[in-house]
């Protein structure tokens, strides 16, 4: 058995007055032996970076450990003293975080970063650091390394930068590595290297790894041991392979089930007819340059030819930067297209002008994907869902009275209406967007990743609704998301989208079940834990 | 109501507020306690303060009462200030929504423009407006608030660049409104906080505007104002400085209440900010 590297005995962090809950973190214990991945999984708010924080001793001002302690290297970190803590991090204790973006100085070299963690911990010369710095660039195999050192951060990728981060944390080999979802902010194929690359590492220096993340699929891929947290407490913890396969607690268990499956569901009937015709529309940004020369030009979306047929849902895939949101943008006018035609009930709406468009903008509305930045923090809920009736000429009593039967229809206590946006939950604000895109009782639906900021669970009930309300309404929907797990659960048709381009297009189950496109191929193997949704949806139907 | 009870926490703005409240007496109370003319001649000229009770602060070198002009004088700085920072603020919020919302060659030339009144320093330009088109209590106070209205401007600006890309108001664009629609009802309102804290600093400055404008006495001198009391103190001011200072007094303080209100209301206002 290899020893233990961290452990924490009944920690308890205290939050200030006013928060929703008195402890951030209730009575956790856990221990980490080196050579082990102990992934931390739980939904926002669950306390899981509360955890990695408290360890580092990083909590904000008026957050305080109550009591309970943190064993590491034979001293209690909840007792050190600031400049013992400085030791502790870094050398001792790296971490990760999940936008290396912001993680990373803009105004400094990737190398001077990298090599400024030999320089403040050990007492190496100049071209000592510079080598160290090119191996340790190699080990995390960003390509050109010696180019990476010279870079800036705005220069690099994200899973680039995600690199150069694990290089900085792996420097002076810690003990142990805390990882703070990662992961979250890169596509899936990034996402599948960097776990990759995490594993690798860690089986080869032999570090512990605390693996704080949300996302089940990851826990399948990457861990040995898993801890479930919920509102600070622990609910779950044991060996990967149990909890995955035969989960104990109520909760893990739910969220297990709320994992969406990869395969899609029975087709439905489609209709013959077109509602939205998209035919060769792209657009071209271009920036920079004097009188046209030497602009910089980027083609965000190239030639788009699709169809949605009435009542279907259409399903756009595609990794960031695949020029996704731009055709949703494109297609609800919010971004005017160089060329093509965008036919909806006959009318070429990519040729409308903009008084036109404001008129006829209530036959297709969006959705968008932040539910804390789509809403107009000073207008109570039924304020926002009137709005449209409104200026389209709807008497404002009215529309407010059609507003809290719209509430009823997605789920919300109509009651709710005379709250403000930051009184409700990230779900429930959703529910609120969704509301609002229907008051004007739209023939398309242009969902610009609506689930991506939420919760699993909460994730699940937004896609239930969805597909309720558009069985219901007889709505067409155009869905865009990244990921092809909800994509499976929803649409009818997908198209994937690479570089501004459509590769690949057809009924979901037959792009998704036989792939085609090598690009198509490798998103589908990206997906984390693609085994292990597998079995469980196996197991399920063995059990029914 | 947050705020409101935010504000009562930090004893700082309560002061301030107090203060404020005093001055505001002052200037309702004037016809009522000094129901003469301040400007008339009253008694001896340069009675020392407390030393005479009919002349609790004394008088200055005409023999006009020291107090009452200060009771009457809290009237012209307020109105002063309060007039010239609503002009100055609707201004600023005109050219730094249109200019924030609309970017491009509107943005241009209406930034080009801020930028000539920013350059020019923003007494100079007082002064000459004052010059051209005379001192009387009307025109001081639009040449005040004309000369105040960049910094808004600016900070309105910079608020509609950083919002008019937020989904919300796409979301509003998406729904078919208007773009004076998004303007007045979708960004203003979230842009306005900073805006309206920053009044205060604009309303401080323009009540000091108007006694440097006074001390030069280029002021209304047919008003009873703190500044053309500091004015004609300047002549005796090696002996009977007090015709200088009570006025300089009242100044520091209303300019404090003014600042003190500000500060509380930012905190306030934008809870988030504060303990930075």
């Known amino acids: ?544 | 109501m947050d705020a409101v009870k935010r504000y009562f926490r930090s004893p700082a703005a309560v002061i301030g507020l107090i203060l404020l409240l005093l001055v505001i007496a002052m200037a309702v109370s004037a016809g009522f306690l000094y129901p003469r003319d301040p400007l008339a001649l009253a008694g001896r000229p340069l009675i020392w303060p407390f030393s005479n009770p009919r002349f609790l602060l004394g008088t200055d070198n005409s023999g006009r009462d020291i107090a009452a002009q200060i009771f009457y004088g809290a009237r012209i700085s307020l109105l002063i200030g309060g007039v010239a920072t609503a002009i100055a603020i609707l201004i600023g919020i005109l050219v730094g929504a249109f200019a924030g919302y609309y970017g491009g060659w509107v943005d241009n030339v209406l930034m080009r423009i801020t930028e000539a009144f920013q350059t020019l320093p923003n007494f100079v330009l007082l002064l000459v407006l004052v010059a051209v088109f005379g001192s009387t209590l009307t025109t001081v106070t639009i040449a005040v608030g004309v000369v105040s209205w960049p910094a808004p401007a600016r900070l309105t600006r910079a608020e509609f660049l950083s919002l008019r890309n937020r989904e919300f108001v796409q979301a509003g664009k998406t729904l078919g409104m208007k773009d004076v629609q998004l303007i007045l009802g979708e960004i203003l309102p979230n842009a306005l906080p900073p805006v309206i804290v920053y009044a205060s600093v604009v309303m401080a400055v323009a009540i000091l505007l108007e006694s440097a404008l006074a001390f030069l006495r280029l002021s209304d001198p047919n008003v009873a104002s703190w500044g053309n009391l500091i004015g004609l103190g300047r002549d005796v001011l090696r002996v009977q400085w007090y015709v200088s200072a009570i006025p300089g007094i009242a100044i520091l303080v209303t300019v404090l209440a003014v600042s003190l209100v500000g500060q509380g209301l930012n905190d306030a206002l934008n809870p988030r900010l504060k303990g930075r």
């Open chain 1, 1 to 544: 058995m290899s020893e233990t590297v961290l452990s924490l005995d009944g920690l308890t962090v205290r939050l200030p007055g006013g928060a929703d809950r008195p402890h951030a973190l209730s009575d956790v214990s856990l221990s980490i032996a080196s050579n082990e991945i102990l992934c931390v999984v739980g939904e926002s708010g669950s306390g899981k970076s509360m955890m990695a924080n408290a360890i580092m001793r990083l909590l904000p001002n008026e957050v305080s450990i109550e009591r309970g302690r943190t064993m590491f290297d034979g001293r209690d970190l909840c007792a050190a003293e600031p400049a013992e803590m400085r030791d502790v991090r870094g050398a001792g204790i790296a971490m990760i975080f999940q936008e290396p973006m912001t993680a990373l100085n803009p105004l400094r070299t990737i190398g001077d970063q990298i090599g400024e963690m030999f320089s403040i911990h050990t007492k190496l010369s100049k071209t000592e650091i510079a080598a160290r710095v090119q191996a340790l660039l190699e080990d995390v195999r960003i390509p050109d390394p010696s180019a990476a050192a010279k870079a800036y951060p705005h220069e690099l990728s994200g899973g680039q930068r995600q690199r150069a981060m694990i290089a900085m944390a792996l420097a002076l080999d810690p003990k142990l590595l805390i990882a703070d979802e990662p992961t979250t902010a890169l596509d899936v194929t990034t996402q599948a290297q960097i776990l990759k690359l995490i594993r690798d590492l860690q089986q080869r220096k032999k570090t512990a790894v605390l693996f704080i993340t949300h996302d089940f699929g990851v826990v399948a891929e990457i861990a040995d041991r898993v801890v479930v947290m919920q509102h600070g407490a622990i609910a779950e913890q044991g060996a990967a392979d149990k909890v995955l396969n035969d989960p104990q607690h109520a909760y893990t268990k739910q969220l297990i089930a709320a994992v969406p499956p990869l395969k899609a569901p029975l087709p439905r009937l489609l209709s013959g007819k077109h509602i939205l015709t998209i035919d060769g529309v792209s657009k071209t940004y271009r920036t920079g340059g004097f009188l046209g020369r030497g602009a910089r030009v980027t083609e965000a979306v190239k030639n788009v030819s699709l169809h949605l047929p009435r009542g279907a849902t259409l399903g756009i895939v595609g990794e960031s930067g695949s020029g996704k949101s731009t055709l949703a943008r494109c297609i609800v006018r919010l971004i005017d297209p160089d060329t093509g035609s965008i036919l909806l009930n006959g009318k070429d709406w990519a040729k409308l002008s903009r008084d036109d468009v404001r008129r006829e903008t209530r036959h297709i509305q969006m959705v968008f994907q932040d539910p804390f930045a789509s809403l107009n923090p000073r207008r109570k809920a039924a304020e926002l869902v009137a709005q449209g009736p409104i200026v389209h000429g709807t008497d404002r009593a009215e529309a407010i009275a059609e507003a809290r039967k719209l509430f009823e229809l997605v789920g919300l206590d109509p009651s709710a209406g005379d709250r403000f946006p930051h009184e409700f939950s990230g779900g429930q604000r959703q529910r609120i967007g969704l509301a609002r895109a229907l008051a004007l009782k739209p023939d398309v639906l242009v969902a610009d990743e609506p689930v991506s900021a939420l919760d699993v669970s909460v994730q699940a009930q937004v896609l239930k609704l969805l597909a309720g309300l558009r069985q219901q309404l007889g709505l067409s929907i155009i869905f865009i998301t990244h990921d092809l797990r909800v994509a499976a659960q929803i649409c009818d048709l997908v198209a994937v989208m690479k570089d501004g381009a459509v590769v690949e297009q057809g009924l979901t189950a037959e792009v998704f079940g036989n792939p085609q496109h090598p690009y198509t191929q490798a998103l589908l193997a990206a997906i984390p834990g693609g085994d292990f949704t597998c079995k469980r949806d196996a197991a399920a139907l063995a059990g029914e």
